[in-house]
């Protein structure tokens, strides 16, 4: 007799034995959440036995191998493109028309920048991760090149409303 449950193909086993590996009833984010914690684990594995997080050979002298190596850097310069257009990809100084996105910074407007870089764990681009997570908050930010950034520092920069040299 073929029975309801033989018809859609379960056996008994299955039935006692749920499958562990069913993700399905799982939300989108929990199986991200949880193919990450895979992924990572594998990328610890990889990186204690000396190899790079990918599993592949690291280049001479470095951690990673020349491909995570290049993927990162583009994945960084993708990410502060992100951030510097969403901050009006120019530098905020009155006068000055720096667009060239290697010259531009993100600056804390009310000058607690240190304090809130060292709130965040470590490495140059958790604050552009920290940015685009807060849906970059346009009230305590701005994108300043690094001369008006640097000789704002003191007292604002000094050719703020005039016109920047480049
Ligand atoms: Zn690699
Ligand atoms: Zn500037
Ligand atoms: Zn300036």
Redesign the pocket.
């Known amino acids: 007799m073929v029975s309801a449950l033989d018809f859609c193909g379960r056996s008994e086993r299955d039935r006692v034995k749920p499958m562990t590996k069913n993700y399905s009833n799982l939300s989108r984010k929990e199986r991200q959440e949880k193919w990450r914690f895979y992924r990572n684990r594998q990328a610890k594995k990889n990186r204690k036995s000396g190899l790079c997080s990918c599993g592949q050979m690291p280049k001479l002298g470095l951690k990673s191998c020349s491909d995570c190596q290049e993927r990162s850097k583009k994945a960084d310069q993708r990410l502060k493109e992100e951030v510097i257009a969403a901050y009006g990809g120019c530098?905020s100084?009155p006068?000055?028309k720096v667009t060239v996105i290697a010259f531009l910074t993100i600056d804390h407007i009310r000058g607690h920048g240190l304090e809130h870089r060292q709130s965040l764990p470590a490495g140059s681009r958790r604050l552009y991760v920290w940015l685009k997570k807060n849906e970059f908050p346009q009230d305590d930010f701005r994108c300043l090149c690094m001369?008006?950034n640097w000789?704002?520092r003191f007292d604002g920069?000094p050719?703020?409303g005039a016109a920047?040299e480049s």
């Open positions: 530098c100084c006068g000055c001369n008006c000789a704002g920069c050719l703020a920047h």
